[in-house]
T-cell receptor, first 109, second 114 residues
Framework: QKEVEQNSGPLSVPEGAIASLNCTYS??????FFWYRQYSGKSPELIMS????GDKEDGRFTAQLNKASQYVSLLIRDSQPSDSATYLC?????????FGPGTRLSVLP | EPEVTQTPSHQVTQMGQEVILRCVPI?????FYWYRQILGQKVEFLVS????????KSEIFDDQFSVERPDGSNFTLKIRSTKLEDSAMYFC????????????FGEGSRLTVL
């Protein structure tokens, strides 16, 4: 059974702070990992992909991957109220992408 | 910017009826997917489609469901004999020519089964 786990939240951070979102996955075979953002009532939108152990930075976002621990994280620096959304971790298994339940982030002005 | 378009945005149907949800993927993309999201729950994989055939499908995607790409642009999901529990948001997604897994989602079709 291929599982992707996330804390459901809500995670509340003040504006300007760093938000840290975590994800664990069950199957060591996985090689591709993704973070999506989903605003309420909208479709998921890709933020970042990560394939290798370590950090990958894109603007205010940093994805971190630790395959030995089966752990993926997303850091959002200088959080803005517009970052308030549900963040979905997704893990690729062949042509099947398994999504976690999402973490709801609330950035307080 | 290229986008995935889905129609209808909302469909209401009676239990037992058939529905067809339509998607136009991004034009040069080769990998297509259907996902569903029941209200308040996670995004669930239904099926992936490549080179005019199903490449993977989930346990949810049973004989009640079918997909096709009838004309080289549209990608459809047919749900036969709808049930109450089929009520959900259905998302179409497409992936590029290399199948990197970076999915572009449409806005979704909300299906309500009464």
């Amino acid at each position: 059974q291929k599982e992707v786990e996330q804390n459901s939240g809500p995670l509340s951070v003040p504006e300007g702070a760093i938000a840290s979102l975590n994800c664990t996955y069950s199957d060591r075979v996985s090689q591709s990992f993704f973070w999506y953002r989903q605003y309420s009532g909208k479709s998921p939108e890709l933020i970042m992909s990560i394939y290798s152990n370590g950090d990958k930075e894109d603007g205010r976002f940093t994805a971190q991957l630790n395959k030995a621990s089966q752990y993926v994280s997303l850091l959002i620096r200088d959080s803005q109220p517009s970052d308030s959304a549900t963040y979905l971790c997704a893990v690729r298994y062949g042509q099947n992408f398994v999504f976690g339940p999402g973490t709801r982030l609330s950035v307080l002005p | 910017e290229p986008e995935v378009t889905q129609t209808p945005s909302h469909q209401v149907t009676q239990m037992g009826q058939e529905v067809i949800l339509r998607c136009v993927p991004i034009s040069n993309h080769l990998y297509f997917y259907w996902y569903r999201q029941i209200l308040g729950q996670k995004v669930e994989f239904l099926v992936s489609f490549y080179n005019n055939e199903i490449s993977e499908k989930s346990e949810i995607f049973d004989d009640q469901f079918s997909v096709e790409r009838p004309d080289g642009s549209n990608f459809t999901l047919k749900i036969r004999s709808t049930k109450l529990e089929d009520s959900a948001m259905y998302f179409c997604a497409s992936d590029g020519t290399r199948g990197t897994g970076e999915l572009f989602f449409g806005e979704g079709s909300r299906l309500t089964v009464l």
